[in-house]
């Protein structure tokens, strides 16, 4: 079986995530949030250096200033909730994922926050002048930008966007769940406000842990609150973090695996994973534009896309080919809209998406050549139902 869906999940997790959660379970098991001894303090070390793995990962100084959570969704949406207020102006790129339009659109309804849409109409780039034309004569208090689409993998360039958004005194979020572990990120460098992680992607972790990095916590409103542990003395919210924005029980064994499988890349070095990924996608990309009616979506160039490639095939529709490529030749992609509805209005993929095959950390050659062995002959044999 080749898995090529790691843009939803990566699969396999390293022996050394698998071993750091069963440890956990076996071994420590005691509350690090509630409780001061041992068995405890032992637990709130191992979440301590996940945290600092994952730090070092987002180029964060503060391991403090993470935050952990289930999954990037609950990252974004306690970003949103917890800053967006009643009156806000949001810029956002037309690739956000659903975990931020959906919360935007109800934000729109309930505290009646104003959405706008920026970047380039066909590539759906952002670049600094489109930030500087939408804020010039209109403030606008946040800019939330995904790092790089799910749906085509398009890069967006952060670091510029960030400096021209806070010359307008506009905060910038930055979704970095499909980056974080292939993508040197520099969140100190950058000057963002706010990161959105999910660790069970690129970060190989198991599923059920996500998070955020916040520069400055006092400009996030709780969301979810509740004991902070051991210093509870009233019913006020703890100020030190990451207590304030971190309540209840954590998914321990889930961080401790996460914190294993990122000391791993950081043994490995993200920019050499960076480095595999563009020479597989190219690999891909080329093979891919030899096969007459394979559309491509997203970048021609591999700087600026990450190990996604989505595509689709004259008069088929993608989840035909994703089952055809499932049955015979079991190779597991995503199909459909991919959660992405804006993005696939800006590349005409609407109703049916996109076929997408995503690499991941244990991605192979062989794997390679036998998706693009397997979708041409889906392109020359297949009967058409469209
Ligand atoms: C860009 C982006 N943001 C957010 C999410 C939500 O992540 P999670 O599945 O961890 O909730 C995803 C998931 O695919 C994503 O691709």
């Known amino acids: 079986m080749i898995y090529l ?10 022996a050394t ?89 109800i934000l729109k309804k309930r505290r009646r926050i104003k959405i706008e849409r920026i970047g380039d109409p066909v590539t759906g780039i952002i670049s600094p002048d489109h930030v500087h034309e939408a804020c010039e004569n209109n403030p606008a208090n946040l800019l939330v930008i ?13 670091d510029k966007i960030v400096s021209a958004a806070h010359e ?19 969140a100190d460098k950058w000057g963002v406000d706010f990161l959105a992680f999910a660790g069970h992607k690129h970060l190989l972790g ?5 998070g955020f990095y916040v ?7 709780p969301v979810i609150v509740g004991s902070a542990g051991p210093g509870d003395a009233s019913d006020e919210i703890p100020t030190g973090m990451p207590s304030r924005l971190e309540p209840g029980t954590p998914n321990a064994p889930g961080i401790a695996g996460l914190g294993a499988s990122c000391l791993g890349l950081l043994d490995k070095g993200v920019s050499n994973i960076r480095k595999e990924h563009q020479r597989l996608t190219k690999k891909i990309l080329d093979a891919f534009r030899e096969v007459p009616g394979l559309k491509i979506y997203g970048p021609a160039d591999v700087r ?38 804006w993005g696939n209005e800006l590349i005409g993929t609407i109703p049916d998406g996109v076929v997408r095959a995503s690499l991941g950390y244990f991605t192979k050659d062989d794997d390679v050549e036998l998706l693009i062995e397997a979708v041409g002959m889906i392109a020359e044999d297949l009967p058409r139902s469209v």
């Not at 250096?49 to 994952?54: F, G, K, L, T």
């Not at 949103?80 to 810029?91: K, M, P």
């Not at 996604?308 to 992609?333: H, M, S, T, W």
Request: proline letters at 6%; aromatic letters at 6%.
């Open 5 to 14: 869906d790691n843009a939803a999940t990566s699969w396999p997790k390293p």
């Open 17 to 105: 995530c698998i071993h750091a959660l069963e440890h956990f379970i076996a071994k420590i098991g005691a509350n690090p949030k509630y409780s001061l001894h041992q068995q405890a303090r032992v637990g709130e070390d191992v979440m301590d250096e996940a945290r600092s793995n994952v730090a070092k990962i987002l180029g964060v100084k503060q391991p403090k200033h993470i935050v952990f959570t289930l999954n990037a969704t609950e990252a974004l949406n306690r970003i949103l909730w917890g800053y967006a207020d009643r009156g806000f102006r949001v810029l956002a790129s037309r690739y956000e994922h659903a975990s931020i339009t959906r919360p935007l659109s």
């Open 146 to 158: 995904t790092h790089a689409s799910n749906l085509t993998g398009t890069l967006q360039p952060v």
């Open 168 to 186: 307008h005194g506009c905060a910038v979020l930055a979704d970095v769940a499909q980056t974080a572990g292939v993508l040197p990120i520099k």
């Open 206 to 210: 198991p599923m059920g842990v996500g």
């Open 215 to 221: 520069a400055d916590p006092d400009m996030l409103e």
């Open 304 to 341: 600026k896309r990450t190990g996604i490639i989505a595509f689709n095939i004259d008069g088929l529709r993608p989840c035909e080919v994703g089952e055809y490529l499932d049955q015979k030749f079991e190779i597991l992609v995503r199909t459909g809209l991919c959660s992405c509805y």
